[in-house]
């Protein structure tokens, strides 16, 4: 794709190229921000939208990765603008930063829709910037390339090699059942994140920037660079370089993102094995460009594909192990047989062409198709009476002999009594029981929390029970594990069946049938159906209850209805 387009023809031509008073204004208000006219007139104006934050210790290098960035701009001959946005922190922004997935996505459509923008710089990484700023960005349909934060360092405590989140779930287990102290959490403490970036295990961060990479909106092999690495800012100036010139040719969004591209995206998902939270968001991505993807499509193609990455919380490596071996462009060359190669990326005309020559250095890091992990894609879709929309489970790190159980159900409301009284004696939980929690959906969390990887009574702990079957409306960290069934739609707190299950009754997990089944009969669900009552809502005002009247279930991806529906939204006049 060689056609150039005019520098008339530029979108940021409307505020500055015209013999009007606006353009008068628009000119002089830019000399005042210090700018030569011949500094940017006539050239594509690249928005650089950097969700860095001294809270956010995911992101809090990009202050330093968007300088690269704007190096990559002028020295291809664009004006580059940073514009900071909102930051979305895993560790800190409660009750969920899924709360504010959207409204991310909304700040990133409109700024990029009311300036005077051509392409634009998307920056991001901790688990729900990556969707927010795509979601954004394809609704405007602008060109641009997504700078992926980076996996931090890996862990290190006395001999052992840390994957955070994963061994932060680990070794609180391991204290609460008494087998460590507070001196060995102490040097945890310190040991398990020890530099900038976003999780380095396949949890939910480094999924969905490997998603974005699959997507083709990444520079290759972008998304497993670790954050601290050099190669992380060469990569961060080649975006700035790339996008200059994807505003010349036109190529937006629209013509990267389709529905090729999100059927190899949710092939390398599962291939990864990674999060169940990547369902969600690549149905709500996709949806944003009018693509209809579904449940029954994550299920379809975790049939074709196998888990060949070797990565924390399924398997042993950590994303620097991943990247060495040949990161994704090697993972990728060994899935070519399903994957849409001829489709374009932001910096190939075909997917072909960007993995010709892509290696893999370490076969245990990154499987050969005959020694899979997993002979099937990482997660699995379940239907039955409890979970009538579906659900997800993560089974390839579940312990296998619970991918098939049946036991009696212990029902907790909501999380705070859960956490009240998990560890009660008088409960009687045993390993064959399943611990089920209601009223964390997208309504009733609010947010659809990460509260899926139910804690295990510390009394069974101390036994030596690691896993049980765990079900709910919530989500669950990409870094957890265990057999844990996720995103159950309806949510309990609309009246979905999960709100009409009673301590006792028996529920049947079958992952192979990719069933989950409340084992009562009909008529006494109907009874019981008819007896219910909505919950008063969560919000009287202000955003959360905007988000509660707007906000989807989880098989639909939980975007807002009107920022999902159809429909045009013109440009601004700038006249």
Known sequence: MNTRIAPEELRSHQWYGTDGLRSFSHKARTRQLGYLPEEHLGKPVIAILNTWSDINPCHVHLRDRAQAVKRGVWQAGGFPLEFPVSTLSETFQKPTPMLYRNMLAMETEELLRSYPVDGAVLMGGCDKSTPALLMGAASVDLPAVFVPAGPMLPGHWRNEVLGSGTDMWKYWDDKRAGLIGDCEMAELENG???????????????????????????????????????????????????????????????????????????????????????????????????????LDDFDRIARTVPVLAN???????????????????????????????????????????????????????????????????????????????????????????????????????????????????????????VLVLRNAGPKGGPGMPEYGMLPIPDYLLKQGVRDMVRISDARMSGT?????????????????????????????LDVAARRLSLDIDEEELERRRAAWTPPPARYGRGYGALYQDQITQADTGCDFAFLAREGDVPDPYAG
């Open 311 to 433: 990565l924390r919380p399924g398997g042993k490596y950590l994303m620097e192990d991943f990247h060495f071996a040949g990161g994704l462009p090697g993972f990728l060359s060994r899935l070519t047989d399903v994957l849409h190669l001829d489709r374009p990326t932001v910096t190939h005309d075909t997917l072909r062409e960007q993995l010709d020559g892509a290696l893999v250095h370490n076969d245990d890091v990154i499987r050969e198709r005959e020694k899979p992990l997993a002979d099937e894609g990482g997660v699995a879709v379940l239907r039955g009476n409890l979970c009538p929309d579906g659900a997800v489970i993560k089974h390839i790190a579940a312990e296998p002999e619970l991918l098939r159980h049946t036991g009696p159900a212990v029902v907790f409301d909501d999380y705070r009594e859960m956490q009240r009284t998990i560890n009660d004696p008088a409960l009687a939980i045993t390993p064959d029981h």
């Open 480 to 508: 957890s594990y265990g057999a844990c069934v996720l995103h159950i739609a309806p949510e309990s707190f609309v009246g979905g069946p999960l709100a009409l299950v009673r301590t006792g009754d028996p529920i049947t």
């Open 192 to 294: 398990l994140a020890r530099s900038p970036g976003h999780c380095m295990t396949m949890g939910t961060a480094s999924t969905l920037t490997a998603a974005a990479e699959a997507l083709g909106v990444t520079v290759p092999g972008a998304s497993s660079i670790p954050a601290v690495d050099s190669g992380h800012d060469r990569m961060a100036a080649q975006s700035g370089l790339r996008i200059v010139e994807l505003v010349w040719q036109q190529r937006t969004l629209s013509q990267i993102l389709t529905p090729d591209a999100f059927e190899d995206a949710v092939a390398t998902v599962l291939a990864l094995g990674g999060s169940t939270n990547a369902v969600i968001h690549l149905i709500a991505m996709a949806g944003r460009c009018g693509i209809k993807l579904s």
